[in-house]
């Protein structure tokens, strides 16, 4: 098992204690053991029950940028990642849930989620092509941090198996946050197109010069 695999079982069995006995009752170890997990690689890895919610925000982010050869305008890019985090949380809903439900009672691990998700908007918004140095980054991130936690408390709620009602909410989301500024204008979209089909051809100039390579 390598540690991607360990990861991923030992944050399902965490949020499937977390279904059942609430996140508040959910440990490392008694996840570990759930999972059938050594103890010791278990404590290496997770050194805080935090580090279970941390991981799993890694794990999402992953998924989302898996596929760096995005299409389409900056705001269908960004619909698409987020979504993807979004599928990547369906798996988990239930412990979620949870976990959601506790944050209330738990100010430093809100706090320490909520640096956590900045983070991960910063890479999103990044991977979308939108502009995230300076200020006026700063404010982009921020808006984004915006618009995933109002889809996410939409999503908290939605039991509709395709999350018709979180895709509405990301949709109406992502319009209020282009209205204040959250997309490049005309322009800079067009440069980001130009720059993502350069990219393309440099990728097949690559390809077509393995080939030749091989071929001789």
Excluded: C
């Amino acid at each position: 098992m390598d540690n991607d695999d360990f990861d991923t079982a030992l944050v399902s069995a965490a949020l499937t204690l977390a279904e059942e006995r609430g996140w508040p009752a959910v440990t490392v170890l008694a996840a570990a053991r759930r999972a059938g997990l050594p103890l010791p690689e278990a404590r290496r890895r997770f050194p805080l029950k935090a580090s279970i919610l941390l991981r799993l925000g890694r794990l999402a982010d992953d998924v989302a940028l898996a596929d760096d050869m995005l299409s389409g305008a900056v705001r269908e890019r960004l619909f698409d990642l987020l979504m993807r985090r979004l599928d990547v949380f369906q798996q988990y809903r239930g412990g979620l849930q949870s976990v959601f439900r506790s944050l209330p009672l738990d100010p430093a691990l809100t706090l320490l989620l909520g640096g956590a998700t900045v983070e991960s908007m910063r890479w999103m918004a990044d991977a979308a092509g939108v502009n995230t140095s300076g200020i006026r980054g700063f404010v982009h991130v921020n808006m984004l941090v915006a618009v995933w936690t109002h889809t996410l408390r939409v999503w908290e709620k939605d039991e509709s198996p395709d999350m018709g009602s979180t895709m509405a909410a990301l949709d109406q989301a992502l319009d209020k946050a282009g209205r204040f500024g959250l997309f490049p204008s005309n322009a800079e979209e067009n440069t980001i197109q130009d720059g993502l089909a350069d990219l393309d051809d440099v990728d097949a100039s690559f390809s077509g010069a393995a080939i030749s390579s091989q071929s001789n």
